[in-house]
């Protein structure tokens, strides 16, 4: 069993940045890969960022040279940096891990987050 808890979250204004964090705990939490997702309200849940096994980096394509991914093996912590934030980035911002399966689906993982509320003002 794996718990996943975010922080970081917040209000700020266009063009500022954030960075949020996601905790993990559980003793097989390096056999998952971690990722971030986000929510608007009426929206679908959308794939926005992970870190794969071998290092590799993958974000969706609204916030590909913005935000930037980073995971601590040692730490267990994945973080998210977003700069130039834009109003369109406010959602609830949630961390999830995965054994396997397409990294950009949803219902490739297993564990998620409770989440934390980004809210860019414009």
């Known amino acids: 069993q794996l718990q996943l808890v975010e922080s970081g979250g917040g209000l700020v204004q266009a063009g500022g940045s954030l960075r949020l964090s996601c905790a993990t705990s559980?003793?097989?939490?390096?056999?998952?890969?971690l990722a971030w997702f986000r929510q608007a309200p009426g929206e679908e849940r959308e794939f926005v960022a992970t870190q794969n096994w071998n290092t590799s980096t993958y974000y969706g394509n609204s916030v590909k040279g913005r935000f930037i991914v980073s995971r601590d093996y040692a730490k267990n912590t994945i973080d998210l940096q977003m700069n130039d934030l834009k109003p369109e980035d406010t959602a609830i911002y949630h961390c999830?891990?995965?054994?396997?399966?397409?990294?950009?689906?949803?219902?490739?993982?297993?564990?998620w987050g409770q989440g934390t509320q980004v809210t860019v003002s414009s």
């Open positions: 999830a891990a995965r054994h396997y399966g397409p990294y950009y689906l949803t219902e490739s993982y297993r564990y």
């Open positions: 559980g003793r097989t939490i390096n056999k998952y890969a």
